[in-house]
């Protein structure tokens, strides 16, 4: 297979953006290049890691070129460390910035998070303090970010085994109001949102009743296996009832939104990811069925 990524034969030619309707898609993963590629199945859209096609060519990009000329695509990262008070990696922001325009994304994100200290990368997506201080910073980060690629980008809720004391901010109202400073988009995630609740004992109903549904752009979706003491955000684990539960109420809060399938461990088959997203699909048709029976 060729190192550069030619125009592919079939579908829009790569530099054409497609935004992305409100519906169930699955996160990208090697195994399955060849199978989507090959079968486009029927689902919405996709969403890759960033950092994965950072390189120049190879087979990664290849089919990312060919697949995305045939299904809208999101962008997501989990490098930025926006949160760290390390200058941002200035080479990891032009990397993206220049896949960003090879592919040209609906959507872009990363996490409200921290992961690096003095140059250095920590194998984690590690919660900050909800303080006026770290949303101050964080403002001022995602601002940075955004104007130097140029576009908005949006910031996911991060899952949490522990709670820093001098935290002031419940974590939905500092979500809200860094959406609100920053003018970023909000990737709300599902299964964050319970894991957290159940770790830390909130009412996650109290969190999606907090978050403005307008600056909600994509909803994550995924499993969690359970501790000794907490709850685990593994993305190895097909959705759980109780996130289900808390996906429906969530359309009926915050509208229907483009919804992803994330599974990143133990990666099952295709056929299982495109079962997960079909009952994905089945809550954001029965949405719009009352949206249309209201309005009728």
């Not at 060519?57 to 008070?85: E, K, T």
């Not at 130097?148 to 002031?168: A, C, D, K, M, W």
């Not at 995924?222 to 501790?227: C, I, P």
Request: one cysteine or more; hydrophobic letters at 40%.
């Amino acid at each position: 297979m060729p190192d550069s990524a030619p125009t592919p034969e079939l579908g829009l030619a790569p530099n054409t953006p497609r935004h992305i309707e409100a519906r169930a898609g699955i996160g990208l993963r090697a195994p399955h290049y060849r199978r989507v590629l090959d079968e486009k199945p029927a689902f919405g859209w996709f969403e890759v890691h960033s950092e994965n096609f950072f390189g120049a060519g190879g087979q990664p990009l290849w089919f990312l070129d060919r697949i995305g000329a045939n299904y809208p695509c999101s962008l997501h990262g989990v490098g930025l460390s926006l949160g760290s008070v390390d200058a941002l990696d200035s080479t990891h922001l032009q990397k993206l910035k220049a896949l960003a325009a090879r592919v040209q994304p609906a959507l872009i994100s990363d996490h409200i998070c921290w992961g690096r200290i003095d140059s250095r990368h920590l194998n984690d997506l590690l919660p900050l303090p909800y303080t006026e201080e770290a949303l101050d910073h964080l403002c001022a980060r995602i601002g940075q970010a955004q104007e130097f690629l140029g576009r908005q980008i949006l910031v996911e809720n991060v899952s949490s085994y522990f709670r820093y004391r001098h935290s002031t901010i419940p974590e939905w109202e500092f979500v809200a109001e860094l959406a609100r400073r920053s003018g970023c988009g909000i990737l709300l995630d599902i299964n964050n949102i319970y894991v957290n609740a159940v770790n830390h004992g909130f009412d996650p109903l109290v969190y999606l009743r907090a978050i403005p549904a307008a600056a909600v752009q994509e909803i994550h979706l995924a499993g969690f296996d359970r501790g000794a003491h907490c709850l685990i955000d593994t993305h190895g684990n097909p959705v759980h009832d109780a996130v289900w539960t808390l996906y429906r109420i969530a359309v009926q809060t915050i509208g229907a939104k483009p919804t992803l399938i994330e599974w990143d461990t133990d990666i099952p088959s295709l056929e299982v990811l495109l079962g997960e997203a079909r009952k994905a699909q089945d809550v954001l048709d029965q949405f719009h069925a009352q949206t249309s029976r209201r309005s009728a």
